[in-house]
């Protein structure tokens, strides 16, 4: 059901109203002016196929199929066709008795009464004659003249004009007849009496007439022949209340709609003899009227994509992405809840009909919906349809195909690119992980580099500790050792010395102790000399004590040294020669110095009989040196290279004393360098003083 309002084109299906507005066809005002037949449905003449709409402003659009489209190019035609027309005679159109606008026509103007059939099919009425039109072409003229145009009105093809005295004029396939109407309407008083004027209701969309008196409504039906009767449609109505200027009877559902001033109606024949508001009430203003209902039509309304609204192309959707989509239906609605009984499907092209899972079209807030989430890509069928009989199951079926391309990464070469692409994300990733890899195994390997060299670090330290303690078990033993040698012959002569001068002093030989006690008193100075260099030496060695450096008279230190061992050289019948200047002075510490060259005359008296001991002075270019020679047999050549050699070596076995382990030990801390040569004509051993700046 359709209707032309001041709101704008408006569709009943029976529940819902929905309003095509300016919004929708691009009209300047929502205010409809008129719905005017276009092509009429064959099998059905109070159906329209297509309708034409006419906004108030000159907008226009089409009805067809129950939906809004945009004037095609029949529209264009037939307004030139019209236009052509009118530049010949002046004429206006009646779309339909009565006229609801109060229009007066001219004394010389023309009438458009459409003959019900379709476009180019129609009646030009003028004041005196009525001309006939087929596919834009007069085809004759028939003379009729008349005072009130407005009386014309078409009912299958044929032309009736509605006479003061209650006859009818029918004009038809050239020719003029008079005849009187007949039916029920004669048996209304007010009508038979002449008592009230009766009023025609002509609906030129769905070719129905009506004539209302007295609160009654009896429609027009047209006989074979052409004349035309009455029956009683409804028994009492308020129209003038109402404003009631439209009228539609619905056969098939049995149903009278009525539309006025004051909305639109609707009286069920089959109940009690009542006319109620059609569904929710809602104002039409002045609205005309358009009907397309039958049992299983439905109408694809809007399809809505994501946010956007499309509008189907010949029953296909095409989207350019998988979205939500939501398919709003309309269906013709007739108070039996079976009418909404609409199920859908969505198929493949080539699906099998008995493999289609049908489900069922769900109701939300009076609407019809149907709901994807999303769809692949690719051609699909959506199948929906509505029972049309119960009993038989029988169908009325729409199939509206939906195409979605494939997206970029659903095609052979993006599929290729993409895998290129993942396999070498994939290398890369591959590739960082293995240089990850690669940079932390050379971290654990520069700690584990690092933590070895501590390691090994921490074992030399542990071997120079080891040695360190070792070189002090040996100094320690040396040390008894020359506390044994050193001391223990002095002290037992000392002993001796004491007791025998005891004796002597006894028996009054004072010459002979006192001989003696010069010799107890060498003897124990020899002690103390040697106690002293033990703990000075002990001080440099356990006790790193720091050595004070000064200038030293060097043949004043030989001097003292070789006095200190005259007596033994004596003994083994030796000789001392200090061949040092006088004048010869070193850079050194002198208790250092004075112990190296005592160990060193010690140690060439031992190894020398019948010889002589030397001490001699270098000073070649600014190299000092002295040299501690003796005429003895020599020196074993393994005690010869352990003596050459830097850093603290141990000694050999066949070394004896602790002398020379004391000279090579404190050479380093005298700043005196040590060099040795042994053969069978005695040896030589060279101190060599390096730091000697002080004299240049």
Not at 1 to 22: H, I, Q, S, Y
Not at 384 to 400: A, C, F, M, P, V
Not at 509 to 527: F, G
Not at 595 to 600: A, M
Request: with cysteine; proline share 3%.
């Amino acid at each position: 059901m359709w209707l032309a309002t001041e709101g704008g084109l408006t569709r009943f299906d029976g529940r819902n109203f929905r309003v095509f507005g300016k919004d929708h066809k691009a009209a300047s005002s929502n205010a409809v002016w008129t719905i005017s037949p276009g092509r009429r449905n064959s099998s059905d003449p109070s159906k329209l196929d297509v309708a034409y709409v006419t906004f108030a402003t000159g907008n226009r659009a089409n009805i067809r199929d129950g939906k809004v489209y945009p004037v095609g190019d029949e529209v264009l035609l037939r307004d030139e066709k019209v236009h052509a027309l009118r530049a010949k005679d002046k004429f206006d159109f009646v779309n339909g008795l009565p006229e609801r606008w109060g229009r007066v026509i001219n004394a010389d103007q023309s009438t458009m009464v459409a003959s019900n059939f379709g476009d180019g099919e129609f009646y030009l009425c003028g004041p005196t004659a009525v001309a006939y039109y087929r596919d834009w072409q007069r085809r004759y003229q028939v003379p009729n003249k008349i005072g009130e145009r407005m009386n014309y009105f078409t009912l299958g093809g044929r032309l009736y004009y509605l006479n003061s005295n209650k006859s009818f004029t029918q004009i038809y396939d050239n020719k003029k007849s008079l005849f009187s109407i007949g039916g029920d309407l004669t048996g209304n008083e007010s009508y038979a009496k002449n008592k009230t004027p009766v009023k025609l209701f002509w609906n030129n969309k769905t070719a129905q007439a009506f004539f209302y008196i007295d609160g009654q409504v009896f429609e027009i039906t047209q006989q074979p022949e052409g004349t035309l009767t009455t029956r009683l449609l409804i028994s009492y109505s308020s129209f003038d209340s109402d404003s009631i200027d439209i009228i539609y009877h619905d056969r098939k559902n049995r149903k009278v709609f009525l539309a006025g001033g004051k909305g639109l109606f609707v009286k069920d024949l089959t109940q009690a003899d009542n006319i109620g508001p059609a569904g929710e009430t809602r104002p039409a203003v002045s609205p005309s009227q358009n009907a397309s209902s039958s049992t299983g039509d439905f109408v694809l309304d809007q399809v809505v994509a994501g946010d956007r609204v499309i509008e189907p192309n010949h029953d296909t959707i095409r989207l350019s992405k998988s979205v939500n989509l939501e398919v709003f239906l309309s269906a013709a609605y007739f108070e039996d809840q079976g009418d909404l009984n609409m199920t859908y499907c969505l198929a493949e092209p080539d699906q099998e009909t008995s493999s289609l899972k049908w489900q069922q079209i769900k109701e939300q807030d009076g609407k019809l919906i149907i709901r994807y989430p999303s769809l692949p890509s690719g051609i699909h069928k959506l199948i929906i349809r509505r029972q049309t009989d119960l009993q038989k199951g029988i169908y009325k079926t729409k199939e509206i195909v939906i195409s979605i391309p494939k997206a970029w990464y659903e095609r052979t070469w993006p599929q290729i690119l993409s895998i290129a692409l993942l396999l070498i994300l994939g290398f890369l990733m591959w590739r960082m992980r293995f240089r990850q890899i690669e940079h932390r195994n050379r971290l654990l390997e520069i700690q584990v580099s690092e933590r070895t060299d501590e390691l090994r670090q921490i074992l030399l330290t542990l071997e120079i500790s080891r040695n360190d303690l070792m070189q002090q078990f040996h100094l320690q033993s040396r040390l008894l050792t020359s506390m044994a040698h050193d001391l223990r012959s002095p002290l037992s002569s000392a002993v001796l010395v004491t007791s025998e001068v005891g004796r002597l002093l006894g028996r009054q030989e004072i010459d002979k102790a006192v001989h003696l006690n010069s010799q107890l008193e060498n003897a124990i100075r020899l002690i103390k000399q040697s106690t002293d260099e033990l703990l000075t030496y002990m001080k440099v060695q356990v006790y790193n004590t720091e050595v004070k450096m000064e200038e030293i008279a060097l043949a004043g230190v030989v001097d003292r040294s070789f006095h200190l061992y005259a007596k033994t050289a004596r003994a083994n019948s030796n000789i001392f020669q200090n061949n040092v200047p006088q004048d010869a002075r070193v850079f050194t510490n002198p208790q250092l110095l004075h112990i190296i060259i005592r160990n060193l005359t010690d140690n060439a008296n031992k190894y020398t009989e019948n010889g002589t001991i030397y001490a001699e002075w270098s000073n070649v270019n600014g190299a000092v040196s002295l040299s501690v020679r003796d005429t003895g047999s020599g020196l074993p050549s393994a005690i010869v290279e352990w003596f050459r050699q830097d850093g603290p070596l141990a000694a050999p076995d066949k070394l004896s004393g602790l002398g020379l382990i004391i000279v090579k030990e404190l050479a380093p801390f005298a700043k005196v360098r040590l060099g040795m040569r042994s053969g069978n004509d005695g040896t030589n051993v060279t101190l060599t003083f390096s730091d000697q700046t002080h004299f240049m």
